[in-house]
């Protein structure tokens, strides 16, 4: 599977990761098969969080013992164990919980050390004034996390957006990646995606395959896209818009969610078929814009 060079981190990642976010609603066992099966695929890249239901702990469990054959990427900030039936945050921006987060991260991932540590989903004025990122750089000297990162944005260009951009200010070049949403159907992070890779900054990606309106199958996005006659033979939509994100140069790795053993290998079949051919790529940015009323 292709690599991509993880901006400056001396990382190489594989185009598709696997988003473990989906892992909250599976039983052990089909755990266990996701994660050997996304590791057998030759997926090197897998990203989950605290508060992702089990989703650490069964990462722990099934392939701690295969720790050097991926990049592990967690977040932090998260208000675990959330308070059932409480208003409480969702995410807290303080150092001490940032040192809750990574302990109870390490052991439930059953490793010493963390690839890629992400703020999860906070804005930058969140951060403004917290001990947030003095903490990170004293864990990443402690060697628990390799290089820290942010994690942000939904499929609202409205809000998305205005996050993305803040955290290219040069006031938050420490972070090293950004995780953000970018998809065919939700494109407000294409430009600033090229301008966190010129920067140096690593690209996570995800929303690829994510339905934007949850009524609307994948199929149905396509078709009312006008994108169905753009589709190579035999290609799903799924497998079409996977490569539409693959088509960005300066995305580094998608990571995409699943909770189907068959949805793995039919994700990495799509990436090894590679980049959508150029002209596909221009007539179907087109169409969507004629869609979106550009
Ligand atoms: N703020 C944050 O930091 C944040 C927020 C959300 C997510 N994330 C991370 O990002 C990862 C990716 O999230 P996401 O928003 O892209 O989506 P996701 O929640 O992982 O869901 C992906 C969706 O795509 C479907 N899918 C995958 N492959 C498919 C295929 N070949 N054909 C049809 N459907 C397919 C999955 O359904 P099936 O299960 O049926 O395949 C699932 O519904 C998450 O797992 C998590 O790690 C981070």
């Not at 996304?38 to 295969?66: C, K, M, N, V």
């Not at 990162?149 to 260009?157: D, H, I, L, N």
Request: aromatic share 8%.
């Amino acid at each position: 599977m292709e690599k991509r060079c993880f901006g400056k981190t001396g990382l190489d990642v594989t185009i598709l990761g696997y988003g473990a976010m989906e892992l909250r609603h599976v039983d052990e066992a089909q755990a266990e098969k996701l994660l050997n099966a996304a590791l057998d695929a030759g997926i090197t890249f897998i990203d989950t969080a605290p508060d992702y239901g089990p989703s650490e702990d069964y990462i722990g469990q099934f392939i701690a013992h295969r720790r050097n054959e991926y990049i592990l990427a967690t977040k932090c900030g998260c208000n675990i164990p959330y308070p059932s039936g409480s208003d409480a945050p969702r995410h807290i921006w303080t150092g001490v919980q940032l040192r809750h987060n990574i302990e109870h991260s390490l052991r439930r991932l059953c490793t010493d050390y963390v690839d890629v540590w992400q703020i999860h989903s906070a804005y930058p004025q969140d951060l403004a004034g917290t001990d947030v990122l003095e903490t990170m750089f004293k864990i990443q000297e402690e060697g628990k996390v390799r290089h820290i990162a942010v994690s942000m944005g939904g499929a609202s260009e409205k809000y998305g957006y205005v996050q993305m951009r803040g955290y290219l200010d040069p006031v938050w070049d420490a972070f090293e990646a950004m995780q953000v949403w970018y998809s065919a159907l939700v494109r407000y992070s294409e430009q600033a995606i090229r301008e966190a890779a010129r920067k140096g900054i690593g690209t996570i990606i995800r929303g690829a395959t994510r339905r934007v309106d949850p009524w609307t199958s994948l199929e149905d996005a396509c078709t009312q896209l006008n994108l169905d006659a753009l589709r190579a033979p035999g290609e799903s939509a799924a497998q079409f818009l996977l490569r539409f994100v693959v088509s960005h140069p300066d995305v580094h790795t998608i990571i995409v969610g699943t909770k189907n053993l068959d949805h793995i290998a039919e994700n990495v079949t799509a990436v090894e078929s590679g980049p959508l051919p150029a002209d596909v790529l221009v007539e179907a940015k087109k169409r969507l814009d004629v869609a979106k009323g550009e």
